[in-house]
């Protein structure tokens, strides 16, 4: 059974750029959460999708971003980047939300 | 205020030796659920457990046992005879919400690093 795949695995962006990161969950799981893991902050919640709607948003600026598509892939943007995105980004899927989360392995963002 | 305080940043041990990973929380509800992870080097959180706030028994999974006691606000993790493929990160984390055991919305600790030496 193929885990959760985040791609890409890392990225360069320059200030002022935009990015999109992709999650393609288990098959079958309908909730796709993101995380942002950083240094200082340790893991923060950006938000979660559950069958093509937003259930739960954390607190972060409308520069973050994101969706889910019919087949439950999801993808989250930043636009204009800050030096301060650098992070490690984490994707976690799951059947219904509270069920059982697996992570992928993430895409490491750095902003030069 | 919802928040999970995990006071070790950092625990070496030897192996075999027993450790306990601390975790206290504070939540306003009374429906919630606690959740240990690991983040091995390569990245990814590996779920270890997870408990509603109604089941304060405690659980036992070979190595790994876990301390439940909603009078403290606790939940505490303690592997046994430690080898050095527990050295790891462990996050406890917090959820809350409609969905009481989502773990779309969870409220991470700043995780504690464990190294095993041999």
């Known amino acids: 059974k193929a885990g959760v795949t985040q791609t890409p695995r890392y990225l360069i962006k320059t200030r002022g750029q935009q990015v999109t990161l992709s999650c393609s969950p288990i098959?079958?799981?309908?909730?796709v959460s993101w995380y942002q893991q950083t240094p200082g902050q340790g893991l923060q919640f950006l938000f979660e999708?559950?069958?093509?709607?937003?259930?739960n948003k954390g607190n972060f600026p409308g520069r973050f971003s994101g969706r889910q598509f019919s087949n439950s892939r999801s993808e989250m943007n930043v636009s204009t980047l800050e030096l301060g995105d650098s992070a490690l980004y984490l994707c976690?899927?799951?059947?219904?939300?509270?069920?059982?989360?697996?992570f992928g392995q993430g895409t490491r963002l750095t902003v030069v | 205020a919802q928040k999970v305080t995990q006071a070790q940043t950092e625990i070496s041990v030897v192996e075999k030796e027993d450790v306990t990973l601390d975790c206290v929380y504070e939540?306003?509800?009374?429906?919630?659920?606690l959740f240990w992870y690991k983040q091995p080097p390569s990245g990814e959180l590996v779920f270890l457990i997870r408990r509603n706030s109604f089941d304060e028994q405690n659980e036992i999974s070979g190595r790994y046992s876990w301390n439940f006691q909603k009078s403290t606000s606790s939940f505490n993790f303690t592997i046994t005879a430690s080898q050095v493929v527990d050295s790891a990160v462990y996050f406890c984390a917090l959820s809350e919400g409609f969905t009481g055991g989502s773990q779309g919305n969870l409220i991470f600790g700043k995780g504690t690093k464990l190294s095993v030496k041999p």
């Open positions: 976690a899927s799951s059947v219904t939300g509270d069920t059982e989360a697996f």
């Open positions: 939540t306003r509800d009374t429906t919630y659920y």
């Open positions: 098959s079958g799981h309908r909730s």
């Open positions: 999708y559950f069958s093509e709607t937003q259930r």
